[in-house]
């Protein structure tokens, strides 16, 4: 009746499949058998319909049991693609993740182990080069970030005593009265048990083993931890994720190991992380929703997690889109992200700064703070930085370049060292003989002397005006007209050396977002800007919130909206004049 009803109604479907699992719940012993003819029988039903709860136990069971049984290729595969097409939130429907996530690893038990798995992924993204369906990825990232978070569950439950996944899928919402297994002084030692440590007259190395069915945790307490870490108890901001990994009075050195299914889950849906970053379509979104690191401190403290983990983030450096390489840095200002963890001395790099290498590259291709993010590598890894140039590491030599030009190092002899550094290479040399040559035209264009108001012929381009800027002394322009030029965004570098620039007309040039950032960043006493008929964005025009000297400023006929140009005018104190015609804020 169910399946030859003209009526369009969820339930009339959902029906027969409550009476199957009330029955079900029932008859428990029925043999495996009686379970698959179940199964088979009430397959029609589910090829519109998502099996409900205790239906998708009845699965998950026969998932575990018989994973090489025909029926999991042959029924499930369907309902489960149904499932990762169509469920808008798993948080409502739990056991819906736990039946897909038991599903992948029946397919990773079967001869083929993970080939199997990466031909059920490709059938999910399909043949073209976009998938069709936009919950497909989100859902396969919450089935991963569930199932390795599992792996570590009777750990962390035993660390905070919070309600384990199983018993909030069963209705546990308050805490539990079990004792935890793992005593919680190992991540919170007490004062007395510091100072007996602090007293030592010679560095001891003690080791406190914990086992349970699922983890086995190691932890070696030293007493050569760093006793500043220990002056903020007073604070009462959160730690951030480095050092709650790295540092503790009583926890130098964590290393996990899971037990045998535990691993098996782990290696499978790291797996699959590494197949979803293989698509450039997708890579966007799972960049985004991994930026806010959603793993338990435990897999980040855990070797062969950060290991398997590193070919997602390798893969995220090399994309050149911003919208993916941004997502290594934080999501927010105090926490840590990618780029910290896998940088030299974070607790998940484990190569001599390869990696880091490649992501200061990407990021500095597109970061408009520049100054900030140098000032940020000379405060946290200038070492590292150095060390990699010596070793003819280009992208560093180049960092270190920069540090000099921009002024980022105030200490002489940090300033030497690194002049050393960087002549004791061929690229090195090569980059700082440049940086003086850079230097010396600086020194000359920024020179008292020079017109007042220059106004470059149309047609003219960045060679023109570089050629022009280089032929002698402008440290007394102050207005600077490029309209109707051919002028884009790499003349910015060449503009940003101007001291006494305040009036830049820019009408109807090739001028955009990258070139508008470097020009918030180092011209920010610039009072006129006409960026009319401009390529320009709001990507980069909210960078102009950091000129705070703007008292004109015209966006005629770009792509600015609404909310960024209330956005400029709350942090522009100085804005009197606004162009905004022919744009959406008119």
Same mark, same amino acid.
Request: with cysteine.
């Given at each position: 009746? *169910?399946?030859?009803?003209?009526?369009?109604?969820?339930?009339?479907?959902?029906?027969?499949?409550?009476?199957?699992?009330?029955?079900?719940?029932?008859?428990?012993n029925l043999t495996t058998q009686e379970h698959e003819n179940i199964i088979v029988a009430i397959?029609?039903?589910?090829?519109?319909?998502?099996?409900?709860?205790?239906?998708? &136990?009845?699965?998950?069971?026969?998932?575990?049991?018989?994973?090489?049984?025909?029926?999991?290729?042959?029924?499930?595969?369907?309902?489960?693609?149904?499932?990762?097409?169509? @469920?808008?939130?798993?948080?409502?429907?739990?056991?819906?993740?736990?039946?897909?996530?038991?599903?992948?690893?029946?397919?990773?038990?079967?001869?083929?182990?993970?080939?199997?798995?990466?031909?059920?992924?490709?059938?999910?993204?399909?043949?073209?080069?976009?998938?069709?369906?936009?919950?497909? $990825?989100?859902?396969?990232?919450?089935?991963?970030?569930?199932?390795?978070?599992?792996?570590?569950?009777?750990?962390?439950?035993?660390?905070?005593?919070?309600?384990?996944?199983?018993?909030?899928?069963?209705?546990?919402?308050?805490?539990?009265?079990?004792?935890?297994?793992?005593?919680?002084?190992?991540?919170?030692?007490?004062?007395?048990?510091?100072?007996?440590?602090?007293?030592?007259?010679?560095?001891?190395?003690?080791?406190?083993?914990?086992?349970?069915?699922?983890?086995?945790?190691?932890?070696?307490?030293?007493?050569?931890?760093?006793?500043?870490?220990?002056?903020?108890?007073?604070?009462?901001?959160?730690? @951030?994720?480095?050092?709650?990994?790295?540092?503790?009075?009583?926890?130098?050195?964590?290393?996990?190991?899971?037990?045998?299914?535990?691993?098996?889950?782990?290696?499978?849906?790291?797996?699959?992380?590494?197949?979803?970053?293989?698509?450039?379509?997708?890579?966007?979104?799972?960049?985004?929703?991994?930026?806010?690191?959603?793993?338990?401190?435990?897999?980040?403290?855990?070797?062969?997690?950060?290991?398997?983990?590193?070919?997602?983030?390798?893969?995220?450096?090399?994309?050149?889109?911003?919208?993916?390489?941004?997502?290594?840095?934080?999501?927010?200002?105090?926490?840590?992200?990618?780029?910290?963890?896998?940088?030299?001395?974070?607790? *998940?790099?484990?190569?001599?700064?390869?990696?880091?290498?490649?992501?200061?590259?990407?990021?500095?291709?597109?970061?408009?703070?520049?100054?900030?993010?140098?000032?940020?590598?000379?405060?946290?890894? $200038?070492?590292p930085c150095m060390l990699l140039a010596l070793r003819g590491n280009q992208t560093m030599a180049?960092?270190?370049?920069?540090? $000099?030009?921009?002024?980022?190092?105030?200490?002489?002899?940090?300033?030497?060292?690194?002049?050393?550094?960087?002549?004791?290479?061929?690229?090195?040399?090569?980059?700082?003989?440049?940086?003086?040559?850079?230097?010396?035209?600086?020194?000359?264009?920024?020179?008292?002397?020079?017109?007042?108001?220059?106004?470059?012929?149309?047609?003219?381009?960045?060679?023109?005006?570089?050629?022009?800027?280089?032929?002698?002394?402008?440290?007394?322009?102050?207005?600077?007209?490029?309209?109707?030029?051919?002028?884009?965004?790499?003349?910015? &570098?060449?503009?940003?050396?101007?001291?006494?620039?305040?009036?830049?007309?820019?009408?109807?040039?090739?001028?955009?977002d990258a070139g508008l950032r470097l020009l918030s960043e180092h011209l920010t006493m610039l009072?006129?800007?006409?960026?009319?008929?401009?390529?320009?964005?709001?990507?980069?025009?909210?960078?102009?919130?950091?000129?705070?000297?703007?008292?004109?400023? @015209?966006?005629?006929?770009?792509?600015?909206? *609404?909310?960024?140009?209330?956005?400029?005018?709350?942090?522009?104190?100085?804005?009197?004049?606004?162009?905004?015609?022919?744009?959406? *804020?008119?």
């Amino acid at each position: 009746m *169910a399946l030859t009803s003209p009526l369009q109604d969820d339930s009339i479907n959902q029906a027969p499949l409550e009476i199957v699992s009330k029955l079900l719940s029932e008859n428990t012993n029925l043999t495996t058998q009686e379970h698959e003819n179940i199964i088979v029988a009430i397959a029609p039903l589910l090829e519109n319909n998502h099996p409900p709860p205790d239906l998708c &136990e009845f699965f998950c069971k026969h998932c575990r049991e018989r994973p090489r049984s025909m029926v999991v290729i042959e029924v499930f595969t369907p309902v489960v693609q149904r499932i990762l097409k169509h @469920n808008m939130d798993f948080g409502k429907c739990p056991r819906l993740r736990l039946f897909t996530q038991e599903y992948i690893l029946a397919l990773n038990e079967l001869n083929a182990g993970m080939e199997v798995v990466k031909k059920f992924i490709q059938s999910m993204h399909g043949p073209t080069g976009h998938c069709p369906h936009p919950r497909v $990825l989100p859902n396969l990232v919450a089935v991963c970030l569930a199932a390795i978070y599992s792996c570590y569950e009777e750990f962390i439950n035993s660390r905070d005593n919070s309600p384990s996944l199983k018993e909030i899928r069963n209705g546990c919402q308050q805490p539990c009265d079990r004792k935890p297994t793992l005593p919680l002084r190992l991540l919170h030692p007490s004062p007395d048990l510091v100072s007996q440590e602090a007293t030592l007259s010679e560095p001891r190395l003690k080791s406190v083993v914990v086992a349970s069915s699922e983890v086995h945790v190691e932890v070696e307490r030293t007493s050569t931890a760093k006793p500043a870490l220990t002056a903020s108890t007073g604070n009462d901001s959160e730690p @951030n994720l480095i050092d709650c990994l790295m540092v503790s009075p009583a926890c130098g050195t964590m290393s996990i190991e899971l037990g045998p299914q535990a691993g098996r889950t782990l290696g499978c849906h790291v797996e699959i992380l590494k197949l979803l970053s293989d698509y450039d379509d997708w890579r966007p979104s799972l960049a985004s929703l991994l930026q806010p690191i959603p793993f338990p401190k435990e897999a980040l403290a855990h070797e062969k997690f950060t290991k398997e983990l590193k070919y997602v983030i390798q893969r995220f450096a090399e994309d050149p889109r911003q919208e993916v390489h941004s997502c290594l840095l934080s999501v927010r200002a105090g926490k840590d992200g990618w780029f910290q963890l896998y940088s030299p001395g974070g607790v *998940a790099c484990d190569d001599d700064g390869e990696l880091f290498a490649s992501m200061v590259h990407i990021l500095m291709g597109s970061c408009y703070k520049t100054k900030k993010f140098l000032l940020s590598l000379a405060e946290n890894k $200038l070492g590292p930085c150095m060390l990699l140039a010596l070793r003819g590491n280009q992208t560093m030599a180049e960092i270190l370049c920069l540090m $000099l030009e921009y002024n980022i190092i105030d200490n002489n002899d940090t300033q030497l060292q690194i002049i050393s550094t960087l002549e004791s290479t061929d690229v090195g040399k090569r980059m700082y003989e440049q940086l003086c040559d850079r230097q010396r035209e600086l020194k000359e264009l920024q020179r008292k002397g020079g017109p007042t108001r220059l106004t470059l012929p149309s047609k003219s381009t960045d060679a023109d005006l570089a050629r022009l800027l280089s032929s002698g002394s402008f440290g007394n322009l102050e207005n600077l007209s490029l309209a109707f030029t051919n002028v884009t965004s790499a003349c910015a &570098e060449h503009l940003i050396k101007l001291p006494s620039l305040k009036q830049l007309n820019l009408w109807s040039t090739q001028f955009g977002d990258a070139g508008l950032r470097l020009l918030s960043e180092h011209l920010t006493m610039l009072q006129v800007l006409n960026l009319c008929e401009t390529p320009v964005t709001d990507a980069g025009l909210l960078a102009l919130s950091s000129m705070k000297s703007l008292c004109s400023l @015209n966006m005629n006929s770009t792509k600015l909206s *609404a909310d960024t140009y209330e956005d400029l005018k709350a942090k522009l104190p100085n804005l009197k004049e606004v162009d905004v015609r022919y744009t959406e *804020a008119w």
